[in-house]
Structure formats: C-alpha cells, structure tokens
C-alpha cells in the first residue's frame, strides 16, 4: 500500500452507497462477493475485498 494521500477515513470502494460512519448507513454484506472478499482468485472490486460494501439503511 502506498501511504500518501492516506487519512484517517477508510478508503471508500465502488459497492459503497455512502462513506463509512455516515449517518443512516452501515454495513452491508457485499452482493457481488457474497461477504467473501473475492471474485475467483482477485480481490473483489466492488468492496475492494473487505466484503462489505457501505450502504443506506432503513428507508423502504
Ligand atoms: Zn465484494
């Protein structure tokens, strides 16, 4: 990993709704991996392979 640019924010990914810690949001297991972290043998991109995506809770 490279270390500039880097904050005390998590990294947000493409499956990600809205930044980590928002309000009215939380974690999600990944759709695209199924909360593995994985698609074959490479990270998966849409929760940069942590499994979990943040999303928008509530509403519906
Ligand atoms: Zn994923």
């Known amino acids: 990993m490279t270390a500039s ?12 709704e809205a930044k980590p810690g928002t309000p009215g949001t939380g974690e999600n297991v990944c759709p695209d991996c199924k909360g593995s972290g994985r698609m074959a043998a490479d990270p998966c991109p849409t929760c940069g392979g942590t499994g979990v995506v943040t999303e928008g809770i509530g509403g519906g």
Do not use: V
């Not at 640019?5 to 990600?16: A, K, L, N, Y």
């Open 5 to 16: 640019g880097t904050g005390p924010e998590r990294d947000t990914h493409p499956g990600d």
